[in-house]
Nanobody
């Protein structure tokens, strides 16, 4: 079955960096566009970065120039390098396919990883 396991979050001061990882299984990772999403407190989940099977990338305007998404198709893992972090980057970060995996009639999400940026 599909599994997405995110890790690497934590508490960091503004201006700091974190690197998130997501191990994927249960589908053919290498041919799928993958993405990182985040959900800030009280807000809807939003896509922050995506990467195609050919490693073309795109970013939300709010993170462009600060975040870098990458992937390792041998390890079935997608990464998000986050630099120059701001308090508004705080939230739970999830990886998923783009568009997200649907199992039955529900969208599948992993447990996510919490990122907290203090000012």
């Amino acid at each position: 079955q599909v599994q997405l396991v995110e890790s690497g979050g934590g508490l960091v001061q503004a201006g700091g960096s974190l690197r998130l990882s997501c191990a994927a299984s249960g589908f053919i990772f290498s041919i799928n566009r993958m993405a990182w999403y985040r959900q800030a407190p009280g807000k809807q989940r939003e896509l922050v970065a995506a990467i195609t099977s050919g490693s073309s990338t795109n970013y939300a305007n709010s993170v462009k120039g600060r975040f870098t998404i990458s992937r390792d198709n041998v390890k079935n893992t997608v990464y998000l390098q986050m630099n120059s972090l701001k308090p508004e980057d705080t939230g739970v970060y999830y990886c998923n396919r783009d568009p997200p995996v649907v199992v039955g009639i529900k969208t599948y999400w992993g447990q996510g990883t919490q990122v907290t940026v203090s000012s």
